[in-house]
């Protein structure tokens, strides 16, 4: 597989990053520590060695998850976390990255990222500048290679910007959401940094297998998703029915062509979770898929289906 630089670091991440959320299990339901094992290592044995997982996802369960994976490959593997918005005083940023190394078996992590803006989930505010000086003294100590921000918007990636150097974003993006292309997009374009698409698959609705009337258990983060609601999810029905014909003409699944499309974006990459070893051999398959100038057009309007409709909120969840 194919990598690319990392913003303007020293870094090459696969276009396909292997997403982690689900090995954390919290917010997620039936999800087995060995599972998790067997579908992260199957990940790199299908060429995605980029990791991304985060302090939030079960508390620190999804990195030690993560270690148990691929610790004797560590050499081979970029590994991408997250602190999280309780997080950003300067001291808190430094142990909050002590505990991910912990956690992840390792000496240094290639990525570190601010999960969410300051005062998200009622955390207190602290100003972007004291984080940064606590994110650029971990690069400075090698503790981090690398410095990314993760559901910020055009203005507060602009304003952390002037404290250090970011080199990615991470936003929701998929056919189903696209709020980063009128807000950050231009701006990570202008300034050379990476996009890391979460929720490439709009949390499986993109994979065609939630047919219409599915409930999900109260418990999964997925029953508050708006794509999942209402007219949202009927149009979502018809997008797909649309997509079908092409996914059929390059013999991919829906999904597949969901990531081939997310990837073809500009300076985009795609965090594809999965459960099961099968998935994340599939999901890396998406990165072989090449889709003509016409057929990414075609697709860009059938998306358009669902997203012309979506309020301006880029919060995907009614938390």
Known sequence: MEKSRLGTSDIHITPILMG????????????????????????????????????IYGEGHSEQIIAAALSDVRDRVEYASKVFANHLKYDLVIEACDRSLKNLKTDYIDLYQIHWPSGSFNSEIVPIEETMKALNKLKEQGKIRSIGVSNFNRAQLTEASQYGRIDSLQPPYSLFWRHVEKDAMPYCIENNISILAYSPLAQGLLTGKFEPGHKFDPTDNRAKNKLFQGENFERAQQALEKLRPIAARHNCSLAQLALAWLIAQPQTNAIAGARYAEQAQDNAKAANIQLSQDELAE?????????????ENPVMWNW
């Open 20 to 55: 982690t959320w689900q090995a954390g299990e919290a917010m997620w339901t039936g999800i087995e520590d060995a599972d998790s094992i067997k579908t992260i290592r199957a990940a790199f044995d299908a060429g995605i060695t980029t990791i991304d997982t985060a302090e």
């Open 299 to 311: 697709i860009d309007t059938i998306g358009r289906i669902v997203t012309d409709h979506l309020d």
